[in-house]
């Protein structure tokens, strides 16, 4: 099973909008709605941001919002802080033996 | 919250077992995941365990050389990993699967595993 694709990097200023994307397959992104975003600081465990493709849990801001379409899943960020600068990773269910399925994951740096 | 223990420096070839120790919910009543990411790189998903200890799976980078099992008497889950290779370096996460959303709720601080001779 192949891992996601992911922009190895994407930046934007303050106040501006981003938007990652996560290409997978018919076999894990096409095939569900478990597609999960986390938020990764350096040196520090993986935040869930996202969660069955665009619910947000309890505590994290509306800044943060997902869609998916067909195999392709994406990440907003609106209004775009500097503590928004990190590592970001989309992960699915994958339906074969594989269970779950991560993306390469995006740096976003705030420019 | 969930801490990880057993990583160290171990020789290529040779064996480790993780441990990822449970506290502050119903140990029993979750599947729990573990998550590597090798130094510099992404995550990369190893392995479940179902709640009730009866189904597990693997990614095929580890299958038939690692085994997840899990004590729930004492809220622990392991991860054996046997015939360590080098591409085996990385973080090992535990990391709790919320049911209804499908996603990882909690993860644990993570624990290294250097494999090198």
């Known amino acids: 099973q192949s891992a996601l694709t992911q922009p190895a990097s994407v930046s934007g200023s303050p106040g501006q909008s981003i938007t990652i994307s996560c290409t997978g397959t018919?076999?894990?992104?096409?095939?569900?709605?478990?597609v999960s975003w986390y938020q990764q600081y350096p040196g520090r465990a993986p935040k869930v941001m996202i969660y069955e493709v665009s619910k947000r849990p309890s505590g994290v801001s509306n800044r943060f919002s997902g869609s998916k379409s067909g195999n392709t899943a994406a990440l907003t960020i609106s209004g775009l802080q500097a503590e928004d600068e990190a590592d970001y990773y989309c992960?699915?269910?994958?339906?074969?033996?594989?269970?779950?399925?991560f993306g390469g994951g995006t740096k976003l740096t705030v420019l | 919250q969930l801490v990880e223990s057993g990583g160290g420096v171990v020789q290529p070839g040779r064996s480790l077992r993780l441990s990822c120790a449970a506290s502050?919910?119903?140990?029993?009543?979750?599947?729990i995941h573990w998550v590597r990411q090798a130094p510099g790189k992404g995550l990369e998903w190893v392995a479940l365990i179902w709640y009730d200890g009866n189904t597990k799976y693997y990614a095929d980078s580890v299958r038939a050389r690692f085994t997840i099992s899990r004590d729930n008497s004492k809220n622990t889950v392991y991860l054996q990993m046997d015939s360590l290779r080098a591409e085996d370096t990385a973080i090992y996460y535990c990391?709790?699967?919320?049911?209804?959303?499908?996603?990882?709720?909690?993860w644990g601080q993570g624990t290294l595993v250097t494999v090198s001779s």
């Open positions: 992960c699915s269910y994958a339906s074969n033996t594989t269970l779950r399925v």
């Open positions: 018919s076999s894990d992104v096409g095939s569900n709605n478990l």
């Open positions: 502050g919910f119903n140990f029993n009543n979750y599947d």
């Open positions: 990391a709790r699967q919320n049911d209804a959303w499908g996603a990882f709720d909690y």
